[in-house]
C-alpha cells in the first residue's frame, strides 16, 4: 500500500476552465499559459489536453524544446524571449515565437544568422517595471528588430498587467492607455491580458488573451471564489489518516512543541508535509478534510506529515480520507491561510507525490 499523498489532475476541469475563458473573451483567441510544468500539473500533459487552444505560452525555450519534442505543433510563444544565439536558432528551428523586452535581445537579432525568420512579440513596459521596452522607446525597437531581416512582419506587441486581480485599481486603465498610445497607428496583434484581465477587464482583452492560473481552476482576484467566476479545479490533493491519539491537556504535539492541547483532544496525523509541498507556513487552524468535514490543523507541518484537531470526529480511523485542497476546499483557501497565493501552492507539490490523471474516458 502507499503512503497514501496523492494528486488527482481532471482533464475535465482544465477543458471547461478553457471554455470559460473563451467565453470570457469571445472576441479573442487564446493563448494558454502552461509555464512552470504547467503550473505544477505536468507540462505535456497539460498542453496536450488544451488541443482547443488557440497557442500555448512558456516561458523559456527549454520549456518549448519540451513540448514540440512531445509532438506538439501548435503555435508556442516563450514569454521571456531568447539568451543568447543558441536559444535564438533553436527557436528559429522549432518555429517558436518569442517575446524580446530588452536591448540585448535586439543585439542577439542584430547578430544573428537564422534558417528563417521568427514572430516577434515586442514587450511594452506600460507600469508593472519589470520587463519591456518604454512606451516611449518600443516602436523605435520595433523597428531595429524589423530592419535585423530576422523577423517576421507585422511585429505583434504586448504588455502584461500588475493589479488587474484589484477591480478596483485604477492603473490597469493607467496601462491601458500606454499601450494603446504607444501603439496609434501602428499594425500588428496585441496581446494584454492574464487569467484576472480576461475575466475582470474586457477593455484588456484585445487579439489575444493570455491566461494561465484560471485553466486550473483557482481564481485570479483579490476578492471573489473560483467557483464564482466558473472555475473547476483541477488538481485535488488527497492523503490519508495514518495515526489517532486521545491527548490531555497540556500535553505538546509536534516540532517545537508549538501546539500545546488546551484541553483533552483527539489528534490526527496525516501523510502529507512540506516534502510533498504542502505548505509549511501553513499555521493552525488552516482547515483539513477528513471524511468530508473540515477539521483545523495543528501546530507545525512537519515534512512528511501534519496534525489535526479531530475532537469533533473522535471515532476517524487510520486509513480515512484527507484532502488538503481540491474540490472541498479551494486551494485559494489554503493559499490565504498560508500567507501566500495559489500559484506558489500548485508549482510546489513536488515529484515525490504520484499524479492520478483523470479525463473523459475514465
Ligand atoms: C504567467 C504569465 C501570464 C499568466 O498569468 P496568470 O495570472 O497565471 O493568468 C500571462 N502573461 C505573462 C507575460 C506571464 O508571465
Known sequence: MSRGAKAVIDLRALRSNLQTARRAAPQSRVMAVVKANGYG????????????????????????????????????????????????SRAAELDLQLALHAEFQLQLLEQCELSGPVTIWIKIDTGMHRLGFSPESATAAGERA?????????????????????????????????????????EGERSIAN?????????????WVRPGIMLYGSSPFIAGSASASGLKPVMILTTRIIA????????????????????????????????????????????????????????????????????????????????????????????????????????????????TVVDEES
Open 195 to 207: 487569467s484576472a484581465g480576461t475575466l475582470g477587464w474586457p477593455a484588456a482583452q484585445a487579439d
Open 244 to 355: 489517532v491519539t486521545a491527548l490531555k491537556m497540556g500535553d505538546e504535539v509536534g516540532y517545537g512543541a508549538s501546539w500545546v492541547c488546551p484541553e483533552d483532544m483527539v489528534v490526527g496525523v496525516a501523510a502529507i508535509g512540506y516534502g510533498d509541498g504542502y505548505p509549511r507556513h501553513a499555521p493552525s487552524g488552516t482547515p483539513v478534510v477528513v471524511n468530508g468535514r473540515r477539521h483545523p490543523l495543528i501546530g507545525r507541518v512537519s515534512m512528511d506529515m501534519i496534525t489535526i484537531d479531530l475532537s469533533r470526529a473522535p471515532n476517524t480511523q487510520p486509513g480515512d480520507p484527507v484532502e488538503l485542497w481540491g474540490a472541498q476546499i479551494s486551494v485559494d483557501e489554503v493559499a490565504e491561510a498560508a500567507s501566500t497565493i495559489s500559484y506558489e501552492l500548485l508549482c510546489g507539490v513536488t515529484t515525490r507525490v504520484p499524479v
Open 146 to 186: 524589423m530592419a535585423s531581416g530576422a523577423v517576421s512582419k507585422p511585429l505583434r506587441w504586448m504588455t502584461h498587467l500588475a493589479c488587474a486581480d484589484d477591480l478596483a485599481d485604477s492603473r490597469t486603465f493607467t496601462q491601458l492607455e500606454r499601450f494603446a498610445d504607444a501603439l496609434q497607428g501602428i
Open 41 to 88: 500539473h505536468g507540462l505535456l500533459r497539460v498542453a496536450q489536453a488544451l488541443e482547443a487552444a488557440d497557442a500555448l505560452a512558456v516561458a523559456s525555450v527549454d520549456e518549448a524544446v519540451v513540448l514540440r519534442d512531445g509532438g506538439i505543433s501548435r503555435p508556442i510563444v516563450v514569454l521571456e524571449g531568447c539568451f543568447d544565439q543558441e536559444d535564438l
